[in-house]
């Protein structure tokens, strides 16, 4: 059977719980040290005393949005060559081909 202190704690602890704050935030509004609040949290639930609580973290996802880029024209021009290029060339592909043309 929890003593009062744990009692105090338990209710701590839920009232934490339903205040939506975080533990750190809801320690410094209301005087407490966060690593007590944790120290006490761990050994109440240790001895079964704190039942596990759903986790506050939702679950979200990631769209990916691809930017879309105005074709810009460019041109390198390599000796008596000329090439015509878009913004999205490989630079890999970009160094063979200027390699390729100056030798």
Same mark, same amino acid.
């Given at each position: 059977?929890?003593?009062?202190? @744990? %009692?105090?704690?338990?209710?701590?602890? %839920? @009232?934490?719980?339903?205040?939506?704050?975080?533990i750190a935030e809801?320690?410094?509004?209301?005087?407490? %040290?966060?690593?007590s609040f944790y120290a006490r949290k761990s050994t109440l639930k240790f001895q079964g005393k704190l039942t596990q609580t759903e986790s506050q973290f939702m679950q979200v996802a990631t769209i990916r949005q691809q930017s879309v880029m105005p074709s810009i024209p460019l041109t390198l021009e390599v000796g008596d060559v000329k090439l015509h290029l878009t913004h999205d060339i490989d630079v890999n592909r970009l160094a063979a081909i200027v390699r390729a043309v100056q030798a």
């Open positions: 059977m929890p003593t009062t202190k @744990e %009692n105090q704690w338990l209710q701590i602890i %839920n @009232e934490q719980q339903q205040s939506q704050l975080s809801y320690c410094r509004q209301h005087g407490l %040290n966060p690593q």
